[in-house]
């Protein structure tokens, strides 16, 4: 917050404007709760949670922010990994959560429209009924606002894209309470430049997506999920590469190691074999199904594929995936404390084996028990473990093992995010990555948010770093 | 070219700068072959012709039209349909065939890394014996840096996407003659603002893509052809928006009108039914695809398709497809002379039949003969006809059409441009479709290409219109 601002005349402005006292708080549990994140960054207060529900309240926070230059963090479901919702200067938490309304759902054109606090699963549940559904899953029941802004992808990506490839249309509050509109309705547009697609993966920090248009997705008539087990880690990567390079129609290609096997058995009794595993699902019309399975069969099976285990029953795939989504809380819970660090390197396909082995190697040296779990039909794999943050020998160590798998990932040709975002902890590898458009990235966040108000320390620092603010 | 620019003192520096004098041309013949596309603006020469062989020949060219403000136009293969490689205001043309280098072909990844020029076809041939294909297909043997330029797509979007979901990473000299690169070879990133999206789709105002990396798919086992004829050209729409509706899992749904049909014809000798038509394709395993070819002759069928026409012959499957792809040439030849005009409205499928209902009887209305062709799958058509831009009638009621058919599309949520871009026939649509964004298209401008040289007269002006340039 800068110097001499009144928090008592700001809290009444805020509560002027949207006309409602009870939506602007100063409340110490409600601080607390818009402080903190998945990830293993501190926590930070904001002086007001602020909570919108239409994009008329929000434009007029974010004037009365920019006017004072307060900052303003947006806050969607709080399940992002990277510290995007701390507030890390305080000023304003804009809580999203009361934007939860499904504005359209388009069944002939496929298509939805959203406030962006609607999570996931709940326009899951309103799809479904149409015989739709969309498709983004990173797992945790994030909002579709915030999705948007890590641009967030997860199991389904594969087969149908992150959100970036599901986002027709956007409605944004810029930071100066400006409302515009990106997109459309429309499943393709070359009208100007595509706005939209810088909004998405911002990360909060060139305004706040209020609105959502996105892409759904006819229901499968024929779901096959199986678990395809090995003797080694090595092995299940080799075979996920394959099933790529020969282009076998899949749904979903999951990576989880022993070490996940175990925490995912711990935490919901499965009793599965503890050896690495692929998940694997394919979808289509029954025959198409089933030759799909057939084939990816064939493939695991050359690379040693030791049990091929099919499930097509509904409420066991449920099971099944509803694990391989546990999968943070289970290493939570089999860790037994501490804060949870996930890597989130991407790496073209072909180069998957040789950066999971350097990974593994990597955490062996360093006498780092990880549990490594990945999309990795992406090239996306995460490397997740607990430590104790104010042990400076397993900061250091875990700063260590984040540093070399990304140096690892870059070396292979990949990025150091494949869905989490910048956030906090990837500022510095997004300088080694993409160090040359820095001064673009930078030269379009001043002319959209020339306060810099937007969601300070994420993604880019001002350059100097004494940027007026 | 600013007042006072030595023709022959750029000429010798550009010389020098790329080492080969032959390579930098005043020729009267070359500069006529970049002075006009096939779009009915009216031509206009460049001072010079330059043809670079290199990245760093394309960012000394660019570093001296900086230092001297000389406009530069970039230019693929010329078959851009709204004058995007149109000089303006003379200068340079860039013509990038020279780059025609296919880098890397990685089999295992589905990836390639092109130079700008190389055409679509010969990425093809290339990565056919590897069981690969590159799908964004507009038509025209267009160059693949072009292609990006303007967003472009084609038949097969309805499946696989435009441009911008194809491109995986971008090499991009920057105005400043800077070289940077976005995105990566891994299949998805959330690193940051993503600046390769903002590339395409930038039309050659915001800096010269000079390298791609790019996706590509596995040959489908089987294929299906099917043309499907209609008694009318709304039910050929309705059937188009159920066949979309029910997710008929499809390759291609391409409309071509009566009109359309007799071009052909005539042009190909192909004595096909001269009724509306959808042109459909099915692609997958034999199973799936007959599977899925069966659904959609049932779905066309409750939609009054009167003869459901299957091919799944190679040969005969080519023809058909390279008559639908020379349905430009077809109309021009139909229509005898005078300058072409296609409009590129994209709108909600939910909406396709009533937008193409209102755009034939506005043609009606105007006495103008047109063929009405289009991308139905994704909601995209063009009312394509020939006039004589001489005659100010003519002129004017080809304008009245253009306008008519954009508020219609409008109207129905949909956009003034499906792939062709903005170019220079659509500034004014641009503005009322996303006028609230002009303001940060052009600050975006402002940053990447400060002394507006790249392609001026393209997308956007500056505002206000006296810009010192």
């Given at each position: 917050m800068p110097a001499g601002t009144s928090m008592s005349g700001l809290r009444r402005?805020?509560?002027?404007?949207?006309?409602?006292?009870?939506?602007?708080?100063?409340?110490?549990?409600?601080?607390?709760?818009?402080?903190?994140?998945?990830?293993?960054?501190?926590?930070?207060?904001?002086?007001?949670?602020?909570?919108?529900?239409?994009?008329?309240?929000?434009?007029?926070?974010?004037?009365?922010?920019?006017?004072?230059?307060?900052?303003?963090?947006?806050?969607?479901?709080?399940?992002?990994?990277?510290?995007?919702?701390?507030?890390?200067?305080?000023?304003?938490?804009?809580?999203?959560?009361?934007?939860?309304?499904?504005?359209?759902?388009?069944?002939?054109?496929?298509?939805?429209?959203?406030?962006?606090?609607?999570?996931?699963?709940?326009?899951?549940?309103?799809?479904?009924?149409?015989?739709?559904?969309?498709?983004?899953?990173?797992?945790?029941?994030?909002?579709?606002?915030?999705?948007?802004?890590?641009?967030?992808?997860?199991t389904t990506t594969v087969r149908y894209g992150a959100m970036r490839q599901q986002v027709l249309g956007l409605t944004v509050v810029l930071p100066s309470g400006e409302v515009v509109r990106t997109g459309g309705r429309a499943m393709k547009?070359?009208?100007?430049?595509?706005?939209?697609?810088?909004?998405?993966?911002?990360?909060?920090?060139?305004?706040?997506?209020?609105?959502?248009?996105?892409?759904?997705?006819?229901?499968?008539?024929?779901?096959?999920?199986?678990?395809?087990?090995?003797?080694?880690l090595d092995s299940a990567c080799e075979a996920a590469r394959a099933l790529v390079a020969v282009g076998a129609s899949v749904n979903r290609v999951e990576l989880l190691d022993g070490e996940s096997m175990r925490a995912i058995n711990n935490f919901k009794q499965l009793g599965l074999p503890e050896s690495p595993c692929l998940f694997l699902e394919?979808?289509?019309?029954?025959?198409?199904?089933?030759?799909?399975?057939?084939?990816?069969?064939?493939?695991?099976?050359e690379y040693g594929c030791s049990e091929f285990a099919v499930e097509t029953d509904h409420t066991a795939r449920v099971r099944l995936w509803q694990a391989r989504h546990d999968i943070t809380f289970a290493i939570a819970e089999a860790q037994k404390g501490g804060r949870l660090q996930a890597t989130d390197v991407c790496v073209p396909i072909s180069e998957l084996?040789?950066?999971?082995?350097?990974?593994?190697?990597t955490a062996d040296r360093l006498e780092i028990d990880v549990a490594i779990v990945g999309h990795v039909?992406?090239?996306?794999?995460?490397?997740?473990?607990?430590?104790?943050?104010?042990?400076?020998?397993?900061?250091?160590r875990a700063k260590v093992l984040k540093t070399e798998i990304f140096e690892e990932a870059l070396a292979c040709g990949g990025t150091c995010s494949g869905e989490h975002g910048i956030g906090i902890g990837k500022i510095d590898e997004l300088a080694v990555e993409h160090g040359d458009?820095?001064?673009?990235?930078?030269?379009?966040?001043?002319?959209?948010?020339p306060n810099w108000i937007m969601n300070p320390g994420k993604v880019l620092l001002p350059d100097p770093p004494d940027h007026p603010r």
């Open positions: 402005e805020l509560s002027d404007a949207i006309g409602d006292p009870d939506r602007v708080s100063e409340g110490d549990s409600i601080r607390v709760l818009h402080s903190a994140d998945l990830s293993p960054n501190p926590p930070r207060l904001p002086d007001l949670v602020v909570f919108p529900t239409s994009i008329e309240e929000i434009s007029a926070v974010l004037a009365i922010a920019s006017e004072q230059r307060v900052p303003v963090t947006p806050f969607g479901a709080g399940t992002s990994t990277d510290g995007h919702i701390i507030p890390l200067e305080g000023g304003i938490s804009l809580d999203l959560s009361g934007m939860d309304r499904i504005l359209a759902l388009r069944s002939e054109d496929h298509t939805a429209t959203v406030e962006a606090g609607v999570l996931r699963e709940s326009l899951n549940r309103a799809a479904g009924p149409q015989g739709l559904f969309f498709p983004v899953d990173p797992g945790a029941d994030a909002s579709l606002g915030g999705m948007a802004a890590t641009n967030a992808s997860g547009s070359s009208s100007g430049y595509e706005l939209g697609g810088l909004f998405v993966g911002s990360e909060g920090t060139l305004g706040v997506i209020a609105e959502l248009t996105l892409r759904l997705y006819a229901i499968p008539e024929h779901v096959i999920a199986a678990q395809a087990f090995f003797a080694d394919f979808a289509g019309s029954p025959a198409a199904t089933e030759e799909d399975a057939a084939l990816a069969r064939e493939v695991v099976e084996p040789r950066a999971i082995r350097a990974a593994r190697e039909g992406d090239g996306n794999y995460h490397v997740v473990h607990l430590f104790d943050a104010d042990d400076p020998e397993q900061a250091r458009l820095l001064p673009l990235m930078r030269g379009i966040k001043q002319v959209i948010d």
